[in-house]
């Protein structure tokens, strides 16, 4: 599949590219830093939310051969202003989307997060179904992003799968990571099936390894076909307790959903 991975030069983004590219994926680069060494001239060096150069890259991408589907990684991985939040998560994929609409693009995938329901109260099994509930700004702009894509899917009939990550590292740093880390080769895995799904429309799925402690609803993701086969239980005994440990423990979001991370809107 022909595919765009913006924000492929961050963590996750770099991971992608290499990997879906060893799936068969014909994979290009579109970040604001230039390309990281190696990545040829398969690359665009362009903020997401320029109107204007985002659609020139659809373009582009049109003359030589079209476009299947976008990976929007692009955006803050953290909490910021709700201003800036909103800019990054909302108007970066709102951007992505008029252009998929103009250039006839079918799919996205979404790089969501845990933090969308980052306040629900850790109960025995996070589902989809659970009511938006986000933990800071960051989360409120993505649970806005994803009604932005299930509005667009039902207007515009574009399939958009909405991957509510959990903790994207090469090993689990602490208690929490052993129940929502996401390991590299699963995020591939994950990825490449939300791209390839016979018609997801609108989907919902939880981003985590399947982790012994895990406690969030992997079903979505694995009738969307994403098998995962990693698990942090193989680094618990490597992790050292801390005190923030039970507070972190008390809600999806962890850290996000503490005192620490309360601040005005304005
Ligand atoms: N890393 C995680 O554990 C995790 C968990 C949940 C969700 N996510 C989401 O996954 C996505 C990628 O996260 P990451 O950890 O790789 O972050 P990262 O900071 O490593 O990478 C983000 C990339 O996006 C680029 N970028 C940011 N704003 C841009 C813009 N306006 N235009 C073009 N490029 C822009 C940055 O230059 C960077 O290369 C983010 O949307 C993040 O919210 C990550």
Known sequence: ????????????GTVLVSGLTDRGHDVFGLDRSTAPDGYGDRWYTVDVTDTDAVDAVFADLGRSGGLDAVVHLAGIPDEASLT??????????????????????GRIVYASSNHAVGRTPRSEL?????????????GVAKVAAEALLSLYADRHAIDAVALRIGSFLPQPE??????????????????????VAPDPGYAVIYGVSDNTRGWWDLGPGRTLGYEPQDDAEAFADRIPERDEDDVEAGHVGGPFATERYHRPAR
């Open 84 to 105: 800036d939040e909103l800019h990054s998560h909302v108007v970066s994929t709102a951007t992505l989307l008029d252009a998929m609409v103009a250039h006839g693009v």
């Open 126 to 138: 996070l589902t989809t179904d659970v009511r938006p509930r986000p933990d800071t700004f960051y």
């Open 1 to 12: 599949m022909r595919t765009l991975v913006t924000g492929a030069a961050g963590s996750i």
């Open 174 to 195: 602490t208690r929490r990571g052993l129940s929502t880390w996401l390991s590299h080769d699963d995020a591939v895995r994950m990825v490449h099936a939300a791209l």
